[in-house]
């Protein structure tokens, strides 16, 4: 990987090329963007991260279904609101070199701009900015604390209180950050420097200590790994193949839409089984376990309404279905999501009676 000197961008002993390259064509093909428009601006600070200089994300080559973009431990966003704003605002105003680019380590991994990254690709982009630092470890708190840090900028939407509190819980979870007062209080105003997003006018810094303290303490910490819903559908994809039915387990309308266009249009065709994989958008694993079954027997129940319709319409017959009989549609499994129960990365689904 070549990395360009801080100061003018350029690597001396390879400065002829560096310098070709240090130009792309503009999002939505005007334009330019050049990295020397980023030589007199300040590096964001990382903690114990040493800026090196910038470079360029080729954007053909991310995999979006890598488990470094999934941002899990810091965003609280499981919808794609924020990506679709971003990439709104990328389709009228391009890219601005007036802003920080994205944050990736000498590691090639992202530490923020994730979210303008997706966005970016799904407008059909090649090339983006992104500035690189030297990480003295990539730990887990290293990269939850510089995410956290990172996202104060346009056009991305700067952290919020959950992302703080969320990104604690998480390196509390995983042993990185001792559940105590002192030292949750140490990480946010030393590491995080939380003072940068808040004030503690109002108790907002105290709040997110108390509440990182009191989730932190819990005999069991259990997160739930939320995306945007464009992401899992890209994963099941990649890895389960895009015949694959994705459905939310939040609420019974996505299941009677799946019933109504799939199922019914699959029995019409000859084609069933159709196949389907389930996900949860909850915040509480809790809820999410509890519809993940609600939703298991929901089609069941709808089946059986089916034989019900027919028998009360059809005189002399009474049809039920066979316990052991193959159904139209097959639950492949659901997306494992609860940090701490489900291999959180893996490809492998999570059988939904031990979910």
């Known amino acids: 990987m070549s990395v360009t000197n801080i100061k003018t961008g350029i690597r001396p002993e390879v400065k002829q090329v560096a310098y070709r390259s240090r130009t792309k064509t503009g999002f939505n093909g005007e334009g330019q963007i050049r990295l ?27 995999n979006i279904n890598d488990k470094e973009y999934f941002n899990m431990a810091i965003r609280d966003e499981a919808d794609d609101d924020r990506i ?47 500035a690189i630092y030297d990480y003295e470890d990539n730990s887990e708190r290293s990269k939850v604390t510089n995410g956290l840090k990172a996202n104060k900028h346009k056009p991305a939407t700067p952290s ?65 790994h939320r995306v945007p819903p464009n992401q899992w559908r890209a994963w099941t994809d990649e890895h389960y193949g895009a015949d694959v039915h994705l459905m939310s387990v939040d609420n019974n309308q996505y299941l009677f839409r799946i019933w109504s266009l799939r199922v019914r249009e699959a029995v019409r065709k000859g084609t069933q089984p159709i196949k389907i994989i389930l996900y949860t958008n909850d915040t ?41 009989a193959d159904r139209p549609w097959r639950i492949l499994g659901a997306i494992p999501q609860i940090v701490g129960d489900h291999d959180i990365g893996s490809v492998r689904l999570v059988d939904v009676d031990e979910y």
């Open 36 to 62: 020397s428009d980023y030589d007199d601006m300040e590096p964001l600070r990382q903690h114990k991260g040493t800026f090196i200089g910038y470079d360029w994300i080729d954007l053909s080559k991310v």
């Open 84 to 130: 679709q704003d971003l990439s709104n605002d990328f389709n009228i105003s391009g890219w601005s070199t007036a802003f920080f680019p994205p944050v990736f380590g000498t590691d090639d991994k992202p530490r923020d701009g994730r979210g303008r990254i997706i966005a970016a690709i799904q407008n059909g982009e090649r090339w983006m900015p992104k």
């Open 160 to 224: 919020k209180m959950k992302n703080f509190i969320n990104g604690g819980v998480t390196l509390v979870a995983t042993g990185e950050l001792e559940c105590s007062m002192e030292k949750i209080y140490e990480w946010l105003y030393d590491e995080v420097e939380i003072n940068d997003f808040f004030t503690n006018i109002g108790g907002h810094i105290t709040k997110i200590a108390n509440k990182i303290y009191e989730l932190g303490s819990k005999d069991e910490i259990k997160l739930v």
């Open 284 to 324: 509480s694993p809790e809820a999410a376990r509890s519809k993940m079954s609600i939703r298991v027997r929901e089609f069941e129940e709808l089946y059986k309404m089916c034989f019900d319709i027919v028998n009360a319409s059809v005189e002399g017959i009474q049809l039920k279905p066979g316990a052991g």
